[in-house]
């Protein structure tokens, strides 16, 4: 795997944080995969069990919290990493509206407390801060959202991610103007926004996939109360390569792709909570799914669509796996796992990355 990303992860020591969580995790091992030296930052696993646990990787981890300026700054500066992915965040809605505090102060102070502990060091020359498709105003419009279309967020957890990305973008107008870059400073600074993951080894609450799995492992079956509700599903690795090649573009000194990118499905992958629930059962004839009738043919109006168009114009990116390919994978993951108590991420990497080989 090492030809992928013309091997510009090889050697170079990475950090990424929040690599204990669902999508930190698949980053590491894909790391792991092209050379990286990972070096991991975050809080303990935020589930059991967690996927981090079950990969074996031989990444540094540290545990650490983003809220602890002194101490992400002491990590940054005695790790040395040349580049950074930022996922360390608390992702959930729900739990924003319990503890909006906690979610202000960790992905809003996190990421002032990352540009800063980057900015007060010499070795790291490229951040991505991952953010969502959700920081954009919705405005209840059909089209996809630009890069360009105003920040918002009705929720805490929306809003918090907005401020990331104001965050990132004033520190890079202020400390690392990409028209500065090899001048008075020597890092680049992008944003990364993307939209509902799948794929194994996610446990978080309230999430679709893993509250389905919780339901089949307890001989329950789950009644979807809002099936009409679309989604931009996505399998994980999607927007990780997405990530993978902006970092690249960052690393190879290219100052015009310091800027926030969208990572977001093809048109044929946003599908309503039923149409995924029903090709998950394709793959998984034993799960126990139950549709609330009463709400079988409400549609939810308001679907935040990201338009990727400059992702595929100017970093070639695309989605790799239709809506079928994205639920098999996830169907069988979690299969292997709970019936044979294998783990097949790598596998899925490989076959993944294979793809990312074909024009
Ligand atoms: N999963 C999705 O569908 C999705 C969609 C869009 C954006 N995102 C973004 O991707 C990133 C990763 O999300 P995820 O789904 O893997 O979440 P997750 O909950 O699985 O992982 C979150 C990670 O952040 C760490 N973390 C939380 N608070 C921390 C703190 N105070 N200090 C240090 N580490 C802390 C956790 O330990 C964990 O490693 C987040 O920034 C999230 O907003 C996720």
Redesign the pocket.
């Known amino acids: 795997m090492r030809g992928d990303f013309s091997s510009i992860y090889a050697g170079r020591t990475v950090l990424v944080?929040?690599?204990?969580?669902?999508?930190?995790s698949w980053l590491a091992l894909w790391l792991e995969q092209l050379g990286a030296k990972v070096v991991g930052?975050?809080?303990?696993?935020?589930?059991v069990p967690a996927h981090i646990d079950l990969l074996e990787l031989n990444l540094v981890s540290i545990e650490?919290?983003?809220?602890d300026h002194s101490r992400l700054a002491r990590v940054i500066d005695e790790v040395e990493p040349e580049i950074v992915f930022h996922?360390?965040?608390?992702?959930?809605v729900r739990q924003s509206c319990m503890d909006p505090v906690e979610t202000y102060a960790?992905?809003v102070l996190?990421t002032v407390h990352l540009m800063e502990s980057c900015r007060r060091t010499t070795s790291v020359r490229a951040i991505v801060n991952?953010?969502?498709?959700?920081c954009y105003e919705n405005r209840e419009w059909v089209w996809g959202y630009r890069e360009s279309d105003p920040l918002g967020g009705h929720d805490p957890y929306s809003s918090s991610?907005a401020c990331s990305e104001i965050v990132s973008a004033a520190y890079r107008t202020s400390f690392f103007h990409p028209d500065e870059y090899g001048k008075s400073h020597q890092c680049l600074v992008a944003t990364a926004r993307?939209?509902?993951?799948i794929g194994g080894g996610?446990w978080?609450e309230d999430?679709l996939i893993p509250d389905i799995v919780r339901a089949l492992e307890r001989e329950e079956s789950l009644v979807i109360r809002s099936p009409g509700a679309t989604r931009p599903w996505q399998h994980v690795l999607e927007p990780l390569s997405g990530y993978l090649l902006l970092g690249q573009r960052l690393l190879e000194e290219r100052p015009e792709f310091a800027q926030a990118w969208n990572f977001g499905p093809d048109e044929a992958v946003i599908a309503d909570v039923q149409t995924l629930v029903r090709a998950l059962e394709q793959h998984w004839p034993s799960l126990c799914v139950k549709i609330d009738p009463s709400q079988a043919n409400i549609h939810e109006a308001g679907l935040l669509k990201l338009d990727s168009s400059r992702a595929h114009a100017l970093l070639g990116w695309r989605s790799r796996w239709d809506l079928d390919e994205t639920v098999r994978r996830t169907a069988r993951w979690y299969r292997r796992y709970l019936e044979q108590g294998q783990v097949t991420s790598l596998a899925d990497l490989q076959d993944y990355s294979s793809k990312l080989q074909d024009c």
Not at 18 to 24: D, E, L, P
Not at 41 to 47: D, S, Y
Not at 87 to 92: E, G, H, I, R, Y
Not at 194 to 197: C, F, M, Q
């Open positions: 944080t929040g690599h204990s969580g669902f999508k930190g930052f975050a809080l303990p696993p935020p589930t650490g919290d983003v809220r996922l360390a965040a608390q992702p959930l960790t992905n996190g991952v953010t969502t498709d959700k991610k993307a939209g509902n993951v996610d978080a999430r």
